[in-house]
């Protein structure tokens, strides 16, 4: 077992994999209701659901930024090299960048569309831009990129920590596990 300050804090912990169940449940969600032809009722239940989705990774998301600054990260292991330090920093901060980025894309994708959001069915989001077929377009494009984007990030993070667990076996993945 690691020390306390060489782990991240239970709550650090829970909004990690909590989050990352939300974004793959998001992101697969998102795959399957494209692949709907049609415009049917059940493509448009799964539309409401991963725009609810999408809203919660961005709240959880906020609060987990919060939740960083006051409570810094613990230390990479002592024998992890400077460039794996520097890739996982970089890695990290693109992670941050678009657990922010895709929702708020989808977000604002869905406005330019004429649909505004109304997170759980119940609460009406702000409506900051009218709709708009050319901004429609663009981020729809952006969303999808975005989207992508964060695949890669998201499969290079976990190639890292297996990486870690079991050819470097420096322990560095138990900072993050309950």
Same mark, same amino acid.
């Not at 977000?107 to 901004?135: H, R, W």
């Given at each position: 077992m690691?020390?306390?300050?060489?782990r $991240?804090s239970?709550?650090?912990?829970?909004?990690?994999?909590?989050m990352?169940i939300l974004?793959i449940?998001?992101f697969?969600l998102?795959?399957?209701? /494209?692949d709907?032809?049609?415009?049917?009722?059940?493509?448009l239940?799964?539309?409401?659901?991963?725009k609810?989705?999408?809203?919660?990774?961005?709240?959880?998301?906020?609060?987990?930024?919060l939740?960083?600054?006051?409570?810094?990260?613990?230390? $990479?292991?002592?024998?992890?090299?400077?460039w794996?330090?520097?890739?996982a920093?970089?890695? !990290?901060?693109?992670?941050?960048?678009?657990?922010?980025?895709?929702?708020?894309?989808?977000?604002? $994708?869905?406005?330019?569309a004429g649909?505004?959001?109304?997170?759980?069915g119940?609460?009406?989001?702000?409506?900051?831009?009218?709709?708009?077929?050319?901004?429609?377009?663009l981020?729809?494009?952006?969303? $999808?990129?975005?989207n992508?984007?964060?695949?890669?990030?998201f /499969?290079? !993070?976990?190639?890292g920590?297996?990486?870690?667990?079991?050819?470097d076996?420096?322990r560095?993945?138990?900072?993050?596990?309950?």
């Amino acid at each position: 077992m690691l020390k306390n300050a060489s782990r $991240y804090s239970i709550i650090a912990i829970v909004l990690h994999w909590l989050m990352a169940i939300l974004i793959i449940a998001t992101f697969l969600l998102g795959l399957t209701m /494209v692949d709907i032809p049609g415009l049917t009722p059940t493509k448009l239940k799964y539309f409401s659901w991963h725009k609810w989705l999408g809203v919660t990774v961005f709240g959880l998301a906020c609060l987990r930024v919060l939740w960083r600054l006051t409570h810094p990260a613990p230390p $990479y292991p002592g024998s992890m090299a400077d460039w794996q330090k520097k890739a996982a920093n970089i890695a !990290h901060g693109l992670l941050y960048l678009l657990i922010f980025a895709v929702p708020l894309s989808g977000y604002f $994708y869905s406005l330019a569309a004429g649909v505004p959001v109304v997170y759980l069915g119940i609460l009406p989001l702000p409506v900051f831009i009218a709709p708009d077929q050319e901004l429609k377009i663009l981020l729809k494009q952006v969303h $999808y990129a975005c989207n992508v984007t964060l695949l890669v990030v998201f /499969v290079l !993070h976990v190639l890292g920590a297996l990486k870690h667990q079991f050819i470097d076996r420096d322990r560095s993945m138990q900072r993050m596990l309950p």
